[in-house]
């Protein structure tokens, strides 16, 4: 039995760092394992311009604790004003790993987000020329559409054409959760790839109302069915470099999830590569966990893989019931108060 493991410093491809004493309490989790994450823009307001990405990014590195390289790459929120020269502008930053397109209310202050994909074709003709990544949140919105199909339909009735229109336009279709999705990707041409959450390699919607409303297992996509998870644990397992890790760790204050209309996100930062690393270990893997975490991701990006490791020990530990994310709030981790069974050894 492996009881150490020395991975190349990973990456997060899908990262909500909040702002403001979240971010300070939040981004020290990440920094200690990441060496770069791209940054969702779903502030309020959302990130929608380069200037603003470029504030934040300093606000990001503020908050970095002292001695901590970590690398935040940026995304902006597309919107259906993005005007095209943003992409030129974005491009030109040097700052800017990507477009974030939000279907408008598929999630947590998405009220901005896309109302048809076909508004921001000029957008994403341009992103396609200079090379710019689309990040896409794939579920469709309409109220008539199951929220467990949500994701399925999204893939037909718009990625697909979408990625048709735009042959040459770089997608990660982010956070995945279907057996539908990993077919699409696997299936799709060169340019598409996706990033897959621990909650969705670990949990199945039955943990939602394991012996009553469980809130901290809300997240979106919402997770799905067995034979989903199932998909997806084969998917980030494979060595295929089409799927790399994406933790989207979402800290929101505890009384905003447990409460009569709970938001979606789940906390994962306090623990990613432990997390992902019981689903690798559990499917036979473990040798395949630096590729999915480290390697498929700045491939993906045409970035550099991280010099520098990560090392997990096999040692059981518990992560706490919550963590101070500023002032009188606090998060509930993924795991909190249970056993997880790798613990990163901080030098
Ligand atoms: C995210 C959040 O809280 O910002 N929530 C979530 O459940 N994943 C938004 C998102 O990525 O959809
Ligand atoms: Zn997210």
Not at 64 to 76: C, H, I, Q, V, Y
Not at 205 to 215: A, K, W
Request: aromatic residues 8%; charged residues 25%; negative net charge.
């Amino acid at each position: 039995m492996t009881d150490l493991l020395t991975l190349r410093r990973p990456d997060d491809w899908h990262l909500h760092l909040r702002d403001g004493a979240a971010l300070a309490a939040v981004l020290p989790h990440t920094a200690r394992q990441f060496a770069r994450a791209i940054v969702m823009p779903n502030l309020k307001p959302p990130v929608t311009t380069t200037a603003l990405a470029a504030a934040y990014r300093h606000r990001i590195l503020a908050a970095r604790p002292a001695g901590s390289d970590f690398e935040p790459l940026m995304t902006l929120y597309l919107t259906d004003n993005t005007p095209t020269d943003e992409v030129d502008r974005a491009q030109a930053s040097g700052i800017v790993a990507g477009f974030k397109m939000y279907p408008a209310g598929a999630t947590t202050n998405s009220d901005s987000g896309v109302t048809d994909v076909r508004r921001v074709d000029e957008v994403l003709a341009r992103m396609a020329e200079l090379g710019v990544v689309l990040q896409v949140h794939g579920e469709v919105t309409h109220e008539q559409v199951d929220v467990f199909d949500r994701e399925q339909r999204f893939i037909d009735d718009i990625l697909a054409p979408m990625a048709e229109r735009h042959p040459r336009l770089r997608v990660v279709f982010e956070h995945i959760t279907t057996r539908a999705a990993v077919a699409f990707v696997r299936g799709a041409r060169a340019g598409i790839a996706a990033t897959i959450t621990p909650q969705h390699l670990l949990h199945n919607r039955n943990d939602l109302f394991r012996g009553g409303l469980r809130p901290h297992f809300y997240c979106l996509p919402v997770l799905k069915t067995q034979a989903d998870r199932e998909a997806l644990i084969e998917a980030a397992t494979a060595g295929e470099p089409r799927f790399f890790l994406g933790t989207d760790s979402a800290p929101h204050d505890r009384r905003s999830k447990e409460s009569e209309c709970g938001c979606a996100g789940m906390y994962s930062a306090h623990a990613a590569l432990e997390l992902y690393a019981e689903v690798f270990e559990d499917a036979g893997a473990l040798h395949r966990l630096e590729a999915f975490a480290a390697d498929f991701g700045p491939d993906f990006y045409g970035l550099p893989r991280n010099a520098g490791t990560v090392t997990l020990v096999r040692q059981e530990w518990s992560p706490p019931a919550i963590y101070p994310l500023g002032g009188t709030e606090f998060v509930v981790p993924m795991r909190a108060n249970g056993t997880l069974r790798w613990r990163q050894v901080v030098s």
